[in-house]
């Protein structure tokens, strides 16, 4: 496509469908900073609207957020005549693993059948750059680490299934109509918060996932942790991860789409560091971090859970330009800053000075 094509694209708005969530909301203020126009569709199922005040308040830009569901076709029809949306960052799901066991068909109608409906509006309107939040989940147990993209996929449940599920609609569809360019981008851990401490991740009920639980700890929100299993075959016999620091993962999203408008056609990334570190690593990391002591206890194995996992990071900088900056002390402090400063979330917040 032509320079003059290319600069007017790079006006159009970016539509961030779940852009009131953890990950959205830190997405929706580097694209901010960057300039680019957003408009936020979020149903607010796990997300509060004070998430994006804050945002503006950090950009001093405005992130218009309208409220509805990206199964609602009329509505969607409707946002997509009113504005000029250029591309999509589609982060909008559910994405608890245990409560995706349990009523799978709540997961399957929204994460994959609510992105169908999506696809469809975008098609009929003409907007074909899409870059779509799937996860290390679909590597399910790996056979060797670090995972190239190329590993074989395989979830174990059906939260992971309909990230898979999504993955293999995209790759359909851009085969099918060529003039699609869309991202899939396989996160690894995204922790940490940005580092104003007004925005972060704000679980509702207790935390499935490992950093949000050691902070509430560290706050005294909660008394222990509950170690998944001392017996794994790694080094300290806790499991290891590739933790990202949400920033560098909202920068990965701004080099995504950079991409789409760019190329068309499908690409899939890892967005991870490529290190590993155990549970109890990253424990003493936020007791660092915090000087607040995070007292654990080992207990049994989750279900489900793998020794190890990490990906191999080298797709991403030679596709994007992209690589994780940011090490586990920057994750731990800015989680801890968010966390000490929030402690009780957005819930009847009034943001710190
Ligand atoms: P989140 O729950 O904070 O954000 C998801 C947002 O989508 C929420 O604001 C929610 O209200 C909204 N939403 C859900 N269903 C919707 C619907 N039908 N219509 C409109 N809005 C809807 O989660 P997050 O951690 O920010 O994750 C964002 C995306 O990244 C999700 O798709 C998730 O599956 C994926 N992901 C997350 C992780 C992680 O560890 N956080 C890892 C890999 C992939
Ligand atoms: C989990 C999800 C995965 C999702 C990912 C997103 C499961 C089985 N998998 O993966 O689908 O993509 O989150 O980030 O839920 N741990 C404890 N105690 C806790 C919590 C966690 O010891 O209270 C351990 C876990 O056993 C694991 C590590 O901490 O070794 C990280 O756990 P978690 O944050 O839940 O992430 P994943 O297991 O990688």
């Known amino acids: 496509m032509g320079d003059g094509r290319q600069a007017a694209q790079a006006r159009a708005t970016v539509l ?7 990950i959205g909301s830190h997405t929706v203020l580097a694209l901010l900073q960057a300039g680019w126009p957003v408009l936020v569709l979020d149903n607010l199922c796990n997300a509060s609207a004070e998430s994006l ?60 059948a609510g992105t169908g409906v999506l696809l469809r509006c975008l098609g009929r309107a003409g907007v074909r750059r899409f870059v779509f939040s799937s996860s290390a989940t679909v590597y399910g147990d790996p056979e060797t680490v670090p995972l190239h993209e190329e590993a074989r996929t395989g ?3 059906p939260y992971g299934r309909s990230k898979w599920m999504v993955e293999m609609m995209l790759e359909d569809l ?3 109509e060529p003039d699609w360019a869309v991202g899939i981008l396989r996160y690894f851990n995204p922790v940490g ?8 991740e704000d679980p509702a009920g207790i935390p499935n996932n490992l950093m949000p639980f050691v902070a509430q700890v560290a706050v005294g929100r909660r008394e222990h942790l509950g170690v998944f299993g001392g017996d794994w075959p790694t080094a300290d016999g806790t499991g290891v991860r590739d933790y990202i620091h949400v920033v560098d993962l909202a920068r990965g999203h701004l080099a995504a789409l950079e991409r789409v408008h760019a190329h068309a056609g499908a690409f899939t990334v890892n967005l991870g560091t490529g290190k590993g570190f155990s549970v109890l690593e990253m424990v003493h990391a936020f007791e660092r971090a915090s000087g607040r002591p995070v007292p654990y206890r080992v ?34 402090e800015d989680a801890w800053r968010w966390q000490s400063r929030n402690p009780d979330g957005y819930r009847g917040a009034t943001a710190p000075g």
Request: glycine share 12%; charged share 25%; net charge negative.
């Open 16 to 22: 961030v469908t779940g852009g009131a969530g953890y």
């Open 53 to 112: 005040r804050r945002v503006e308040r950090i950009a001093g830009r405005p992130a218009p957020l309208v409220v509805g569901d990206i199964r609602d076709e009329a509505l969607l029809d409707d946002l997509l005549a009113r504005h000029q949306i250029g591309s999509v960052l589609h982060f909008a799901g559910l994405k608890a693993v245990g409560e995706s066991v349990a009523r799978p068909l709540d997961y399957y109608a929204n994460n994959v």
């Open 155 to 157: 979830p174990t449940n």
């Open 174 to 176: 851009a085969a099918a």
């Open 193 to 200: 918060a940005h580092e104003s401490g007004l925005i972060g």
């Open 299 to 332: 207990v049994e194995r989750r279900a489900g859970d793998i020794a190890e996992c990490w990906a191999d990071p080298r797709r991403a900088l030679e596709l994007l330009g992209w690589r994780a900056e940011l090490g586990i002390e920057r994750m731990c």
